[in-house]
Structures are given as C-alpha cells and as structure tokens.
C-alpha cells in the first residue's frame, strides 16, 4: 500500500497550550482539529516540510533547530498508510495566522480532548500531556 509521510508540530507557547487548527471546508477530514503540518515533498527532510508549512499556513518562521523530534503517529486509511512524525517547538517567530482560512486555537494539553481529530492526531494527545 502506498505510504503517505506527513509531518506536523505541536507549537507550543509560554503558557503551556498548544496550537492546533481545524481543517477548512472542502478538504479532505474538514472539521476535524490537527496538529499543524503537511506532505513531506520528494527530497525534503521532515524538518523542511515543517518550516515550509508553518511559513504557508500560519505565517511563522521558524529555526531549524527549535524542532524537537517527539514521537511518531500512523494510521492506516483504505487506500494508503498514514506515517506522521511529531515535533515540539516552543520558539518561532511572528504570530499564527489563519493563512489558509482555517480555524486556530490554543489549547492545554488535558482539554485537547475536547476537539475532534483525525486518528492520526489523537493518539499523539497522551504524549503532549506527558511533556508537562
Ligand atoms: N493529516 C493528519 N494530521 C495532521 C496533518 C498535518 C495531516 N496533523 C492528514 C490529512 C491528510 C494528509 O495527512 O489525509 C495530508 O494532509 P494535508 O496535506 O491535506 O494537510
Ligand atoms: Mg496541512
């Protein structure tokens, strides 16, 4: 089965909530509340994608060496296999902006329940509450 690599980030700020955003209208999982990331293209290092991605969908700049590899989510839909590393990253520049017309919020690690994810994203929550 085709494998699909994504990566996403747990941004997190001074006061311990995390950024998660809710997948606009019309694409694939809308509705649903996601760690920020996206595809890994060919020849990118995960590392590339996230700064790429945090750049496009949410305005930031970010340094290379504030990603903080965490753990890694998978799932496996019908026609691919989902394989999603997670990085932690407490310093960025900018603030998070809705670039790509989704909703933002801040959230602390125990409420991220309260938001519906994709399953690749869920099972990430007990990982982020346990960096506290
Ligand atoms: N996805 C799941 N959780 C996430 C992210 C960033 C992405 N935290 C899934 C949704 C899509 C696929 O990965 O099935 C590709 O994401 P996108 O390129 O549609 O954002
Ligand atoms: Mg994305």
Redesign the pocket.
């Given at each position: 089965m085709k494998l699909?690599l994504?990566v996403?980030c747990a941004l997190i700020d001074a006061d311990g909530r995390i950024l998660i955003a809710q997948r606009p209208e019309g694409?694939?999982?809308s509705g649903l509340w996601?760690?920020?990331?996206?595809?890994v293209d060919p020849g990118e290092r995960p590392e590339q994608t996230l700064i790429r991605e945090l750049r496009e969908e949410l305005g930031l700049t970010v340094a290379e060496p504030c990603l903080a590899p965490l753990t890694f989510a998978s799932h496996a839909y019908d026609d691919f296999h989902?394989l999603?590393p997670l990085y932690v990253c407490r310093r960025w520049d900018g603030t998070p902006k809705p670039l790509e017309a989704q909703k933002l919020a801040w959230v602390m690690p125990n409420k991220l329940r309260d938001y519906p994810m994709?399953p690749?994203?869920e099972p990430l929550i007990p990982h982020l509450i346990g960096l506290l």
């Open positions: 699909l994504v996403a694409k694939q999982l996601e760690f920020p990331g996206g595809k989902l999603m994709p690749a994203d």
